[in-house]
């Protein structure tokens, strides 16, 4: 990683962060929806 893209590389690891919470969140809510067993506290 050159000095010159920190910026870039700062950019793009939170953008991957946010869609990894993004989609652990869709499939928590997804489970719920698909099996009514799962309930939450």
Known sequence: IL???T???VGFVTVLVLVFLV???L???LYA???PRI???
């Open 7 to 9: 910026q870039t590389v």
């Open 33 to 35: 929806v698909l099996d």
């Open 23 to 25: 989609a652990n969140l």
């Open 3 to 5: 000095r010159q893209n």
């Open 39 to 41: 309930r939450y506290a």
């Open 27 to 29: 499939v928590d809510l």
